[in-house]
């Protein structure tokens, strides 16, 4: 199965400022999710947003989709040191078939 | 709080072991998983279940096998332990038929094998 890609693979910002996170995939889905990932840990997961839907909203973080352009975008407005993790996109392919995951995000937001 | 428990969080084994990985959640979910991570390769899907004694192999299965004899329960067997296999492993579980809906993760298992 063919993984979505994320943009950039590392990003460092400054606390206060905004981090976005890019995504990319080429086949049609059911729903695209967003995760994230402490060092060492379990993925947790932040959002879902289904094909339907062009943008969602869940506290700092909000989620775009364009289907036509097969991408999505995650942005976490005010970042917190705390933010820092490694943040993955995962698309739900159409039909009864797991999420397929990309290679993430490493997000370092510096105090 | 829903839990996906992964029995070991650091293990160690030697070249030609069996090793067995075991995961337990407590969310009566229906669907189960077994990703391996690898830096630069992202999360990669080895096999999964959507029910009891019932399993499906992802997209690298090789070299490994899995139990699920328990709803609760999904075992990952490495038959012969391979340096390559040295990894971090990731249990995951979904509620509802198919695999739509969000997953819960374990905290991962680094196995180290020498």
């Known amino acids: 199965s063919q993984q979505g890609e994320e943009d950039p693979q590392a990003l460092s910002i400054q606390e206060g400022e905004n981090a976005t996170m890019n995504c990319s995939y080429k086949t049609s889905i059911n729903n695209l999710q967003w995760y994230r990932q402490n060092s060492g840990r379990g993925l947790v997961h932040l959002i879902l947003?289904?094909?339907?839907?062009r943008e969602k909203h869940s506290g700092r973080l909000r989620v775009t989709l364009d289907t036509s352009k097969k991408s999505s975008s995650l942005l976490i407005t005010a970042s917190r040191a705390a933010d820092t993790a490694s943040y993955f996109c995962a698309r739900s392919p159409s039909g009864n078939t797991p999420l397929v995951f990309g290679k993430g995000t490493r997000l370092s937001v510096i105090a | 709080d829903v839990k996906v428990t992964q029995s070991s969080r650091y293990l160690v084994k030697r070249t030609g072991e069996k090793v067995f990985l075991e995961c337990v959640q407590d969310m009566d979910h229906e669907n189960m998983f077994w990703y391996r991570q690898d830096p630069g390769l992202g999360l990669r899907l080895i096999y999964f279940s959507y029910d009891v004694k019932m399993k499906e192999k992802g997209d690298i299965p090789e070299g490994y096998s899995v139990s699920r004899e328990k709803k609760e329960r999904f075992s990952l067997i490495l038959e012969s332990a391979s340096t390559n296999q040295t990894s971090m492993y990731l249990c995951?579980?979904?509620?509802?038929?198919?695999?739509?809906?969000?997953?819960?993760f374990g905290s991962g298992t680094q196995l180290s094998v020498l």
């Open positions: 947003i289904r094909s339907n839907e």
């Open positions: 995951a579980s979904s509620l509802l038929g198919g695999t739509n809906e969000k997953l819960f």
